[in-house]
């Protein structure tokens, strides 16, 4: 009996081919998992701990960040207004002095001596300028007791007009002796000493007013024109980066400069100044904070959004089966504490803003409560 042979060459390569083809589709489109990641991720048998919170619809505050200096409007470099020596001097920089109060005095007896030199020439005028009326047929101390020509006439010849003049001029540079505060302010930059002669026009002290100070800083034209008049910025001193002043923009200079850039000044207000008015110096170095709203925007934490793979990823908390989701999504604007998400989340979704670092898609999670 002849057995007949048959070929299973092609049905035994069909079926190895299909069970290639079956093993190379991959079980869902998401990333592998990174090389090197913690425990917490696909196949791991404990839980990472997250924390998360809902993605809100909201109005982003968009931020730009400069920075600038403090600078007082109003301040004044006093000068001494005649010359003499330097009797008094009670001021010490960084005291406060009102409007009004001594900051120096000159010594005045060479002037004292002038103005009753000068009183007794007036009182030997004023003898003439009499003997003159009652000569020219008025009356002694009368002076309208002649008509106005021979008034002015006998003023004039007597040396009268002259001696008065000469007082209030003296008596103008007694008070020019005096150097006084004129508003109330903080002195700064004294130059001169006790007891030094000084000069018609010597500088000797500056002036500052604490309530008039003000951020000057400058940005990019673009930036700049974004900016209106009145709007709040915040304003925080380098050296004391936890005090934050609130500032209101005044003013913006109409040029640019060669380097792109515009200056603006924002006024700091009143009750933050007087809250602070102790720690503020002129010249202190400001970081400038402007904010502008964005309406109707998906808004997370920024610590949220992480990269994989050089793209911004979010992870959700999934409640029904505990596992993180891996989301792609698109970022329209970030600050220094938040993201605004333009695609790839929906309102409402828990997203995981701590522990995120090193999780993968559909990793077993606990959720912290914040303390």
């Given at each position: 009996?002849?057995?007949?042979?048959?070929?299973?060459?092609?049905?035994?390569?069909?079926?190895?081919?299909?069970?290639?083809?079956?093993?190379?589709?991959?079980?869902?489109?998401?990333?592998?998992?990174?090389?090197?990641?913690?425990?917490?991720?696909?196949?791991?048998?404990?839980?990472?701990?997250?924390?998360?919170?809902?993605?809100?619809?909201?109005?982003?505050?968009?931020?730009?960040?400069?920075?600038?200096?403090?600078?007082?409007?109003?301040?004044?470099?006093?000068?001494?207004?005649?010359?003499?020596?330097?009797?008094?001097?009670?001021?010490?920089?960084?005291?406060?002095?009102?409007?009004?109060?001594?900051?120096?005095?000159?010594?005045?007896?060479?002037?004292?001596?002038?103005?009753?030199?000068?009183?007794?020439?007036?009182?030997?005028?004023?003898?003439?300028?009499?003997?003159?009326?009652?000569?020219?047929?008025?009356?002694?101390?009368?002076?309208?007791?002649?008509?106005?020509?021979?008034?002015?006439?006998?003023?004039?010849?007597?040396?009268?007009?002259?001696?008065?003049?000469?007082?209030?001029?003296?008596?103008?540079?007694?008070?020019?002796?005096?150097?006084?505060?004129?508003?109330?302010?903080?002195?700064?930059?004294?130059?001169?000493?006790?007891?030094?002669?000084?000069?018609?026009?010597?500088?000797?002290?500056?002036?500052?007013?604490p309530y008039s100070f003000e951020a000057v800083f400058q940005l990019l034209e673009k930036e700049a024109l974004q900016v209106e008049a009145g709007q709040v910025v915040k304003v925080q001193p380098l050296a004391l980066?936890?005090?934050?002043?609130?500032?209101?923009?005044?003013?913006?200079?109409?040029?640019?400069?060669?380097?792109?850039?515009?200056?603006?000044?924002?006024?700091?207000?009143?009750?933050?100044?007087?809250?602070s008015r102790s720690h503020l110096l002129e010249g202190m170095n400001l970081r400038v904070v402007i904010e502008k709203p964005i309406p109707g925007q998906l808004v997370v934490p920024k610590s949220a959004v992480v990269?994989?793979?050089?793209?911004?990823?979010?992870?959700?908390?999934?409640?029904?089966?505990?596992?993180?989701?891996?989301?792609?999504?698109?970022?329209?604007?970030?600050?220094?504490?938040?993201?605004?998400?333009?695609?790839?989340?929906?309102?409402?979704?828990?997203?995981?803003?701590?522990?995120?670092?090193?999780?993968?898609?559909?990793?077993?999670?606990?959720?912290?409560?914040?303390?």
């Amino acid at each position: 009996m002849m057995l007949t042979r048959t070929n299973h060459t092609p049905v035994i390569a069909l079926i190895f081919a299909l069970a290639a083809a079956l093993s190379c589709k991959p079980a869902r489109s998401v990333p592998p998992p990174e090389v090197g990641a913690s425990p917490g991720q696909v196949g791991d048998s404990s839980r990472a701990a997250v924390k998360t919170t809902p993605a809100l619809i909201k109005a982003f505050q968009l931020r730009t960040f400069s920075t600038g200096v403090l600078s007082a409007t109003i301040q004044t470099e006093l000068k001494a207004n005649t010359s003499g020596y330097l009797r008094a001097l009670p001021i010490h920089e960084g005291g406060f002095q009102k409007k009004g109060g001594l900051l120096a005095q000159l010594d005045t007896m060479s002037l004292h001596l002038r103005i009753e030199q000068a009183r007794l020439a007036l009182e030997e005028a004023e003898y003439n300028k009499n003997d003159m009326l009652v000569m020219q047929g008025g009356k002694w101390e009368v002076d309208n007791s002649v008509n106005e020509e021979q008034l002015e006439s006998i003023l004039q010849q007597s040396g009268y007009k002259k001696a008065l003049h000469a007082i209030v001029q003296l008596e103008y540079e007694l008070a020019q002796t005096k150097i006084t505060a004129p508003f109330d302010g903080i002195v700064s930059e004294v130059k001169v000493k006790l007891h030094q002669p000084l000069g018609a026009g010597e500088s000797i002290c500056t002036l500052i007013d604490p309530y008039s100070f003000e951020a000057v800083f400058q940005l990019l034209e673009k930036e700049a024109l974004q900016v209106e008049a009145g709007q709040v910025v915040k304003v925080q001193p380098l050296a004391l980066p936890k005090q934050e002043l609130r500032a209101g923009v005044s003013s913006l200079n109409p040029v640019v400069d060669e380097k792109g850039l515009v200056r603006l000044h924002a006024t700091i207000r009143r009750d933050d100044l007087h809250r602070s008015r102790s720690h503020l110096l002129e010249g202190m170095n400001l970081r400038v904070v402007i904010e502008k709203p964005i309406p109707g925007q998906l808004v997370v934490p920024k610590s949220a959004v992480v990269l994989r793979s050089g793209r911004p990823v979010v992870f959700t908390y999934d409640r029904e089966s505990g596992l993180a989701q891996w989301n792609y999504v698109t970022v329209a604007y970030e600050n220094d504490t938040e993201a605004a998400i333009s695609e790839g989340l929906k309102a409402g979704d828990l997203v995981i803003y701590e522990g995120n670092l090193n999780l993968d898609h559909d990793a077993k999670v606990n959720v912290e409560k914040d303390e």
